[in-house]
């Protein structure tokens, strides 16, 4: 797999194997400088026992890289070892263009950054500001809101980096990366967070038979529009500009019937929303247009329950719905795991959540 060290001891159990290699990637010239462009990093844990078929790919988010996965802010293991204790072989990439896998805006384009007051309104201190209505249940930020000032907060922050600032432009350096890792490793379940549920729909559209599953933590939505979050009566607004034009990518994904272009693609408003504290979605309009090669893949949607994703991954559950893909969308408060935000692999109870990914995988995939 590449150059290993020895097997380390973890709070988790023992490795049998660890190690990195890239994937991806070619030779550029920028002026005279000869540069790599599109490579991805890739690191593998190998638990003593593989107890499971299938590997887990796990994909990082906005700002993150890889290290979301490998511990928490406040000292404990993260969910790549939690997966490895349940048996499971863990892949954790770093994004094309950012982190370990090398930021190059000569090559990429204009990078942005994250600032700490962004994360602490909707991702670690929402009830301080009760922005959309379930912010209020948040209580699994270690050490109380997240903050500057509260330690796992710095420690966070300290590991936020900058990050290719066009959307579309990750989206498509993405999906060669993804291929390339699994043509290398086999059929794997992928394991998105975040902005990087758009690369796992994608990936799982183009290459059915190496996408075993795909489950989309609070994924990027919902479909078609952004939501901004105001508080108040009005507490939401969507944007003006469809930015994920394909609905659930920026990319073009197999409609059936085909389509050329994402105009083609006829939306309409929900009339009412699905309950209080919801969003009205954006759906196709009726006939809609399927997505056959996506239904192949088992999928999975999990959400927190003091998320700002609780307002709006239903509709995401819905378009998928709609274009025929059979899904499970998991609310973690319906398993008992309760008081997460969007960050919940960094959380108190972090290590609840990898046994509910578990036990989906064990119906839904191994045992369809």
């Known amino acids: 797999m590449g150059d290993t060290q020895s097997a380390p001891a973890t709070k988790s159990g023992a490795l049998a194997d660890h190690g990195y290699f890239f994937v991806g990637g070619r030779y550029v010239n920028i002026?005279?400088?000869?540069?790599?462009?599109?490579?991805?990093?890739?690191?593998?844990?190998?638990?003593?026992?593989?107890?499971?078929?299938?590997?887990?790919?796990?994909?990082?988010?906005?700002?993150?890289?890889?290290?979301?996965?490998?511990?928490?802010?406040?000292?404990?293991?993260?969910?790549?070892?939690?997966?490895?204790?349940?048996?499971?072989?863990?892949?954790?990439?770093?994004?094309?263009g950012r982190g370990r896998s090398g930021s190059f805006p000569d090559i990429y384009g204009p990078y942005a950054r994250s600032a700490a007051k962004d994360l602490e309104l909707l991702n670690t201190a929402q009830e301080l500001h009760t922005l959309f209505p379930q912010a209020h249940l948040h209580t699994q930020w270690p050490g109380g809101p997240g903050r500057p000032g509260n330690a796992a907060f710095d420690q966070m922050f300290a590991q936020q980096v900058e990050f290719i600032a066009s959307a579309a432009r990750t989206e498509e350096l993405m999906f060669p990366a993804l291929e390339a890792l699994l043509e290398k490793i086999g059929p794997a379940i992928l394991l998105t967070h975040s902005q990087a549920g758009v690369f796992g729909w994608k990936i799982a559209d183009a290459c059915p038979d190496l996408v075993k599953a795909h489950i989309a933590v609070e994924?990027?939505?919902?479909?078609?529009?952004?939501?901004?979050?105001?508080?108040?009566?009005?507490?939401?607004?969507?944007?003006?500009?469809?930015?994920?034009?394909?609905?659930?990518?920026?990319?073009?994904?197999?409609?059936?019937?085909?389509?050329?272009?994402?105009?083609?693609?006829?939306?309409?408003?929900?009339?009412?929303?699905?309950?209080?504290g919801l969003i009205k979605g954006w759906l196709q309009t009726?006939?809609?247009?399927?997505?056959?090669?996506?239904?192949?893949?088992?999928?999975?949607?999990?959400?927190?329950?003091?998320?700002?994703?609780?307002?709006?991954?239903?509709?995401?559950?819905?378009?998928?719905?709609?274009?025929?893909?059979?899904?499970?969308?998991?609310?973690?408060?319906?398993?008992?795991?309760?008081?997460?935000?969007?960050?919940?692999?960094?959380?108190?109870?972090?290590?609840?959540?990898?046994?509910?990914?578990?036990?989906?995988?064990?119906?839904?995939?191994?045992?369809?």
């Open 219 to 276: 994924p990027n939505g919902p479909p078609f529009y952004d939501v901004s979050f105001h508080g108040g009566e009005i507490w939401y607004k969507y944007g003006e500009q469809r930015v994920r034009p394909w609905g659930i990518t920026r990319v073009p994904l197999a409609f059936d019937p085909p389509i050329s272009d994402a105009s083609e693609l006829a939306v309409r408003q929900q009339e009412t929303a699905d309950g209080p």
């Open 31 to 96: 002026g005279e400088r000869q540069l790599m462009a599109g490579q991805m990093y890739v690191q593998y844990l190998v638990p003593l026992e593989v107890r499971q078929p299938h590997p887990i790919v796990l994909i990082h988010g906005t700002a993150q890289t890889g290290s979301n996965f490998l511990g928490t802010p406040d000292g404990r293991p993260g969910w790549a070892h939690n997966l490895a204790a349940l048996g499971y072989r863990v892949y954790v990439v770093d994004q094309v």
């Open 286 to 368: 009726e006939p809609a247009r399927q997505l056959p090669r996506m239904q192949r893949v088992p999928s999975a949607i999990i959400t927190g329950e003091a998320s700002f994703r609780a307002t709006m991954d239903h509709c995401t559950s819905k378009f998928l719905a709609q274009a025929g893909v059979v899904h499970t969308h998991i609310r973690l408060e319906n398993e008992n795991v309760r008081g997460n935000g969007h960050m919940m692999m960094l959380e108190q109870n972090s290590a609840e959540i990898p046994p509910v990914i578990d036990q989906w995988i064990q119906r839904s995939v191994l045992h369809r």
